[in-house]
């Protein structure tokens, strides 16, 4: 087959070109760890109040000294409604919805993650100060424009570590 | 006029009245977002709108539209469409299942967007409608294969035109595609949305949605590259650039297009990274030939300005036939693609992707592909077409002069804003964005108000089209009926060219389904073999 020269030249340029694109996501996810959030995890979506992840939504510190977050998602709310963080620390989230699919997302940061009904959603970022929101960004419903909840981010020396978890069992047992 | 011109005529009528009406959709949804008060504006007038808007013009207006390009294609190949009675139960088939789906739409018991994710439970006429589309589609594709195969028995060692070894290309692509939906529409959806199953697992829905989802993509772009390299250069004036090369660009979207639904899908729990990162590896790959594309279409349309007087370094930009809106939506389309193509690598990019998952960028990106390269394309070839075709001359041609011009200023102002409201983390398919007053939603305000003044242009020239269309079809001036012409290529070899292994699409084919089983087997499997807990349905709206 006949190749122009302009055309040979054109498509080892984009042949490069494409190779340095996957040659730098590989990068970053296989030396880096940077990853979407790919967490393999199931539960039953009639049992997650049961369960001692969601049982009590908000912020906890385990015994490592690192910060979880749990969210449960229901149309048309996000559990917990409002939450504060320290600042520049790595902060794990864990997400899971007792009805439809929903999307978490931290308005302007790089925190989101589909929350599919049945499984577990997870992943890790930190954040700057500041005032938050936090919105639902894949359609649920009538109610989808109103799913919002806000996340406070203080600097580390000011965050008051949890004493008792942040609780929200009496929503929780409501919406049971 | 020839018997199949008919049936080809058939599938326009639908593929403009469901255009027409999607549009007037759209206008609503834009004004909405921008939290301007309409007339019959409610959320639950909102959502069903984008489902009806998005059911239409993704699903309705472009299928009928490329099944009547696929038949006309065949019926300048061999001068007569295969089966064309068969044909017409096809069709009809098509239309019971649009106008189930659309029912159902329209009286609120789909509100559930065209990418249906369960567990929202739509009404089953939704779901058998679609499928009966689906279903229908298989026998053009059928129709379109025999038509391919006629063509290479007949002209021996020379291969078939360039735009039925595309559309050919195609309705294998499709066939391969529609696998992963049609398995999520029969086992999964109709048996539950009619009760006989009671849950389903959405994250497998979602995934068999999304094998089918993303080649999806190439079925609305593949019959617009068969108009910008068989139909465009020498309606420009000049000649296509190589096509050899075409050739081969059409097999490997057959070969790519399918094993890369996971980059849809870099948010979902449930897929292991390794899976999406091959994914993302496939991704890569598929924009080799669309960039191909897009040097062989320019340099043809280089050689069309030239051969027009067009002299220096962009001198035959402005010597292209501007006021021929075939041409002209081309070039739009073309130049919105551009700007489209490099979104969607970053959208394909999976780690950049968390920043502009599910926010507007989306939309916005997505309608400067099928939105414009596709939609605008085939606006362009109608202008083409349906006069031929429908032996009539076209009406209105100052409205069809000024169409393209409307939708590239309205793309320009919906989707750039678009893209920079979804950098700034709008949420998209939302009713309203003002969040309650939240502060972090007040800097999306300017940029919606914008996007909606482009959604008006972009009401305004798909009237146009529509105008032009209908007056076209029902009073245009009788004429001869004119065969397609299809271009020629710059310098063809002494005698023509010759058959070779890109021209074999069943072997590719074949590799194809190869690829499939390796991006999808194990991780489908895996899914399967997890304990899980399926869903029952819900109606939300
Ligand atoms: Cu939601």
């Known amino acids: 087959m006949k190749i122009d020269l302009y055309e040979r030249v054109w498509m080892w340029g984009v042949g490069v070109m494409l190779a340095l694109f996957f040659g730098s996501l590989a990068n970053a996810s296989i030396r880096h760890g940077f990853h979407p959030p790919s967490h393999v995890e199931t539960i039953d979506p009639k049992k997650v109040f049961q369960n001692p992840l969601f049982s009590r939504q908000g912020v906890t510190v385990d015994a490592g000294g690192a910060v979880h977050v749990s969210v449960v998602g229901m149309m048309f709310a996000w559990l917990p409604g409002e939450m504060v963080l320290p600042a520049e620390t790595p902060v794990t989230f864990h997400m899971t919805t007792v009805d439809v699919i929903h999307g978490f997302q931290i308005v302007r940061t790089n925190g989101q993650s589909m929350v599919i009904p049945g499984y577990v959603s997870q992943f890790t970022t930190s954040f700057k100060p500041g005032d938050y929101l936090i919105a639902c960004n894949e359609y649920c419903g009538v109610g989808h424009h109103t799913m919002a909840s806000k996340l406070k981010v203080v600097p580390k020396g000011s965050w008051q570590q949890p004493g008792a978890l942040t609780s929200t069992a009496g929503v929780a047992d409501a919406a049971r | ?541």
């Open chain 2, 1 to 541: 006029m020839p018997r199949a011109n008919r049936l080809i005529l058939a599938h326009i009528w639908v593929a403009v009245l469901a255009f027409g009406v999607a549009a007037a959709m759209a206008v609503m949804q834009a004004l909405s977002r921008a939290n301007l008060e309409v007339p019959y504006r409610s959320a639950r007038m909102y959502y069903m709108s984008v489902t009806a808007h998005g059911v239409l013009m993704a699903l309705v207006f472009t299928t009928f539209f490329i099944m009547a390009l696929g038949y006309a294609v065949a019926q300048r190949e061999n001068g007569e469409i295969r089966w064309l009675r068969f044909g017409w139960i096809m069709y009809g088939i098509a239309v019971t299942g649009t106008v189930m789906a659309a029912w159902a739409i329209l009286t609120f018991r789909a509100s559930v967007l065209y990418t249906f994710y369960p567990p929202l439970q739509a009404h089953p006429a939704f779901y058998i409608g679609l499928t009966l589309v689906v279903v229908a589609s298989w026998g053009w594709c059928a129709s379109i294969i025999a038509s391919w195969r006629e063509s290479r028995r007949r002209r021996g060692e020379s291969p078939v035109s360039l735009a039925m070894h595309g559309t050919t290309a195609n309705a294998m692509l499709w066939l391969l595609a529609t696998i992963g939906v049609a398995s999520e529409m029969l086992f999964q959806l109709i048996p539950w949305s009619l009760g006989w199953v009671k849950t389903v697992d959405p994250l497998l829905a979602r995934t068999l949605f999304w094998f089918f989802g993303h080649p999806l993509v190439y079925f609305w772009l593949l019959p617009a590259y068969v108009i910008w390299y068989a139909l465009v250069p020498r309606e420009a004036g000049g000649k296509l650039f190589s096509e050899p090369l075409a050739r081969v660009t059409f097999s490997l979207f057959l070969i790519l297009s399918t094993p890369v639904g996971f980059h849809h899908q870099y948010q979902d729990p449930g897929i292991p990274a390794a899976w999406k990162l091959f994914h993302t590896f496939n991704t890569m790959a598929i924009s080799f030939p669309s960039l191909v594309t897009a040097f062989t279409v320019v340099a043809s349309l280089e050689v069309a300005g030239r051969l027009r007087g067009g002299k220096g370094l962009f001198g035959w930009i402005r010597a292209l036939p501007w006021g021929n809106p075939v041409v002209s939506s081309v070039l739009f389309a073309g130049l919105l693609f551009m700007v489209g193509g490099f979104g969607g690598a970053i959208n394909a990019a999976y780690v950049l992707n968390s920043v502009v998952h599910n926010t507007a960028w989306i939309p916005a990106h997505f309608h400067l592909t099928v939105g414009s390269a596709a939609a605008l394309t085939f606006m362009g070839a109608c202008y083409y077409l349906v006069p031929r075709i429908a032996g009539r001359e076209l009406e209105l041609g100052l409205l069809a002069k000024v169409q393209p011009f409307l939708w590239f200023l309205g793309m320009v102002l919906f989707s750039f804003t678009g893209h920079i409201a979804g950098l700034m983390g709008l949420p998209r398919r939302v009713f309203a964005t003002d969040y309650a007053g939240a502060p972090q939603a007040e800097m999306w305000h300017t940029l919606t108000s914008v996007s909606a003044l482009g959604g008006i242009v972009l009401f305004a020239s798909a009237g146009c089209f529509v105008v032009v269309m209908i007056a076209t079809l029902l009073t245009g001036k009788r004429t001869a009926v004119v065969p397609i012409e299809w271009a020629e290529p710059l310098s063809p070899p002494a005698g023509g060219f010759r058959k070779g292994i890109w021209d074999r699409l069943e072997l590719w084919f074949v590799v194809a389904v190869v690829l499939v089983i390796l991006a999808y087997a194990v991780p489908v499997y895996d899914l399967m073999h997890l304990t899980r807990y399926g869903s029952p349905g819900f109606k939300p709206f």
